[in-house]
């Protein structure tokens, strides 16, 4: 699995911005994708993923502001920032995982991150 991330740039505070992740490969084999991110100093953290069932799952801090959707047709994933903060600013990394067997364990693919700057 190949996951192509895009669509990072710099945004004033209060604007919006969609991030895309075109995954390639085996793509019928990814379980969940979304995004992670990772600011300056600071960890990688979750920020929003969504199975392939549908369900979605989000940081507590982007909650009401940021929405994850995914195009399986194109298997393309977005992720659409609105109301971003400077505190969003992070490189922003397209995370999908692959059950691997029948117990359910994961393996972690991981794209090329894209910057996200917001300024104030």
């Known amino acids: 699995v190949q996951l192509q991330a895009s669509g990072g740039g710099l945004v004033q505070a209060g604007g919006s911005l969609r991030l895309s992740c075109a995954a390639s490969?085996?793509?019928?084999?990814?379980?969940?994708i979304g995004w992670y991110r990772q600011a300056p100093g600071k960890q990688r953290e979750l920020v929003a993923t969504?199975?392939?069932?549908?369900?979605?799952n989000y940081a507590d801090s982007v909650k009401g502001r940021f929405s994850i959707s995914r195009n399986n047709a194109k298997d393309t994933v977005y992720l659409l920032m609105n109301s971003v903060k400077p505190e969003d600013t992070a490189v922003y990394y397209c995370?999908?995982?692959?059950?691997?067997?029948?117990?359910?364990?994961?393996?972690?693919?991981w794209g090329k991150g894209t910057l996200v700057t917001v300024s104030s």
């Open positions: 995370w999908g995982r692959v059950i691997v067997n029948i117990e359910g364990a994961g393996m972690d693919y």
């Open positions: 490969g085996r793509t019928s084999s990814i379980n969940a």
């Open positions: 969504i199975s392939s069932g549908g369900s979605t």
